[in-house]
């Protein structure tokens, strides 16, 4: 059995604990699908097939010819040639060659590579299941988050915090129920490190629990202003149950969300 909490901090009632919560804590399929989650976000980088190439860099090899290498102690480098201010004779200046100023990469990414990891469905649900039990381990969630005011784990509040419209309002019922110095490490920001201050996003901030509501719930801002996030059950990812991959996200259960996980993400044989 699990507690559910009122949003005064108080024992309200008794839920049974549902299944997902007895998972295995595997963590390698829980990296792994996360990783395999993350790729379908990677931006595919490659260069232009022409770069480097766009040089006239054919020398002939024959003796007597125009733009010939005999008679220069040249190497085998292509090269493209320059005239002289005065004179008939060529200056070579090596190009194309990967070392060579302007000239092409030795081995640049290709287009064609594959950036996206699969996973198979099955171990995609057992990965957001093994997230989903490892919210209710103290010791796990704690290495992430300010979790020593509570009760227990794991956190099953009253569906009445669903109601809630105002930023003021959440973080007043949210310290009600002890997670007031989690709210003051969400709240902290400080200044990025390096030149990505001068590129929008000056100031980084702590990654904050996750508060998971039933299905057909419309998701409210009063919890985002706080650096939360509101998510239906129904529509969980790896990046919501874990701490970039880590297990140990502090969930927040809605009674209406706890009733359903199981129908969800439970195991139907």
Known sequence: MADVVSLTGEKEAEVPLPQVFSEKLN???LKRAFIAEESERFQLKYTDPLAGKRKAAELTKRRRA????YGHGLNRTPRK????TGGSSFYYVGAVAPHTVGGREAH???KEKVMIKKINKK???LAIRVGIAASANRELVDKFHRISKLKSLPLI?????EKIKKTKEAAEKLRAIGLG?????????SIRAGKGKLRGRRYRRKLGPVLVVGKGTSVTRAFGNLNMSVRNVDNLKLSDVTNGGFAGRLLIWTRGAINEVDKVYG???
């Open 123 to 125: 171990e995609r649900l």
């Open 108 to 110: 640049p990414p290709k």
């Open 157 to 161: 509040v009253s569906g009445d915090i």
């Open 181 to 189: 110095d989690e709210l003051e490490r969400i709240s902290a920001r």
């Open 267 to 269: 195991k139907h044989d």
């Open 66 to 69: 125009y733009k010939t290498t």
């Open 81 to 84: 040639v320059l005239y002289h």
């Open 27 to 29: 963590l390698y399929v």
